[in-house]
């Protein structure tokens, strides 16, 4: 396809459970974030890929959140053990990474935790 | 730490009745001023990218505007279908290159 690409569009699991949040990129961009929104908020950094460098995790809320960009593409965000604050709508985006490039979103995976 | 507030929060306007929104941020060194539109259930939509002061862009009945130290959107003669959430996010020259977002201006074009 030609937009970024994100997988469930949809998500309900029970608290405590695991969960793995899929983004395909746009092909042949090289950076790739992700972020978060509760309702009604703004967007909350959460991770960024460039390239084969080492992510810039800074965002991340607690260690039970972490993400993984396979072979420079598909990248995949997984919970551990959800909490019912950790529902909300995660956004996957890429670039081209180069200077002065904008950021193209998906249109995110809606997360409910029980 | 890089910082960017949006106001209003939210504006409602009648069709054709202009208004600005606005966008103040804090950067160590501003390497892009990014523009979105958003949705209600969407992810956001890409506008306009600012990168020096004094820079304008225009897209239809947008205009986005930058200074040193704050960009405004301009809306000229809007349509209903124009409502949605503004987002302003910038990246910084140095460091890390992720985008910092703002609150967003929620805008309602009533007909």
């Known amino acids: 396809g030609a937009g970024v690409s994100q997988s469930p569009s949809n998500k309900v699991t029970e608290k405590g459970k695991d969960v793995e949040l899929r983004c395909d990129p746009i092909?042949?961009?090289?950076?790739l974030y992700w972020y978060r929104q509760s309702l009604g908020q703004g967007l909350e950094f959460l991770i960024y890929?460039?390239?084969?460098?080492?992510?810039?995790k800074s965002g991340l809320p607690s260690d039970r959140f972490s993400a993984e960009r396979t072979g420079g593409s598909v990248s995949t965000l997984t919970i551990q053990r959800t909490q019912q604050e950790d529902s909300a709508v995660y956004l996957c985006?890429?670039?081209?990474?180069?200077?002065?490039?904008?950021?193209?979103f998906g249109q995110g995976t809606r997360l409910t935790v029980v | 730490e890089d910082q960017v507030t949006q106001s209003p929060e939210a504006l409602r306007l009648q069709e054709g009745e202009s208004s600005s929104l606005n966008c103040s941020y804090t950067?160590?060194?501003?390497?892009?001023l990014f523009w979105y539109r958003q949705d209600p259930g969407k992810g956001p939509e890409f506008l306009f990218t600012?990168?020096?002061a004094g820079e304008e862009k225009e897209k239809e009945r947008l205009k986005a505007t930058l200074t040193k130290k704050e960009s405004f959107l301009h809306i000229t003669a809007p349509k209903p279908e124009d409502s949605a959430t503004y987002l302003c996010?910038?990246?910084?020259?140095?460091?890390?290159?992720?985008?910092?977002f703002g609150q967003g201006t929620r805008l309602t074009i009533n007909p």
């Open positions: 985006a890429s670039s081209l990474g180069r200077v002065n490039t904008e950021a193209f």
């Open positions: 092909s042949g961009h090289t950076a």
């Open positions: 890929f460039q390239g084969n460098s080492a992510p810039d």
């Open positions: 950067v160590s060194g501003l390497r892009g």
């Open positions: 600012l990168y020096s």
């Open positions: 996010a910038v990246q910084a020259r140095q460091g890390a290159q992720k985008l910092v």
